[in-house]
């Protein structure tokens, strides 16, 4: 989910791709066609990598019981997320930035060991991916995972030519709006409603985003 940030010329950019390019209607699909080249070539990480900042993505570590759910079936379970039609925002109740649309691209995750689950913000369908990639665990009990939920793309995955747009404009830096914090805690929620609490375990890698105001939230989608 993108906002930018305080920049007026950031904020002008932003206001351009939402309101001035066209995007189709969410029936065509056309944001589920683009999403494979925006979630392998990532163009929103690159000016955050190469400055360090973690405004639109979060990073976690999630651990299952084994005795809950065997390794090669761990993603069948996850799967199941596209059932959950609310986020567990942790800004607000608004029903914009609450809505939940997670798609599994199976083409992309078959023969993979890295995982992926897409996230469509309900109106513009911007793109952002969950990325769940298995770890050794010392404690043979448990499963663990490495877990990256980031925002792909500046531009709208509904835009048409939504991954060149978005590489053209990789350089301005914008936040998700604590949105990829909330799909992890929605994953783990729903994990644990389907296995128990006590058999799913999040623990904290990076920093929790700022809580922002519901009115900054709301310009984002």
Known sequence: MSKPNSSIAIRFI??????????????????????S?????????????LTGLRNNS???TMKLKASEVKEQAYFDLISTITSVKTNESSLTDDAVL?????????????G????????FTPNKQWLDVIEFTPQPS????????HVLSFSAGIVPASVPGSLFLSILLWFFAFSDVGQNYSHIKTVQK???????????VVEKR??????RSESEAKKAE
């Open 98 to 110: 609450t809505a939940a649309d997670f798609y599994i691209p199976n083409a992309n995750n078959k």
């Open 206 to 211: 990076s920093r929790a985003p700022s809580k």
């Open 112 to 119: 993979r060991e890295v995982k992926q689950i897409y996230f």
């Open 138 to 145: 010392p404690d043979p009990d448990w499963i663990r995972f």
């Open 190 to 200: 729903h994990l644990q409603g389907q296995i128990g609490e006590e058999n799913v």
């Open 37 to 49: 080249g925006l979630a392998r070539f990532r163009p929103g990480l690159w000016l955050h990598k």
């Open 58 to 60: 979060c990073v976690r």
């Open 14 to 35: 932003f206001c351009l791709i939402k309101y001035g390019l066209l995007s189709v209607p969410k029936s065509w699909n056309l944001h589920k066609m683009q999403s």
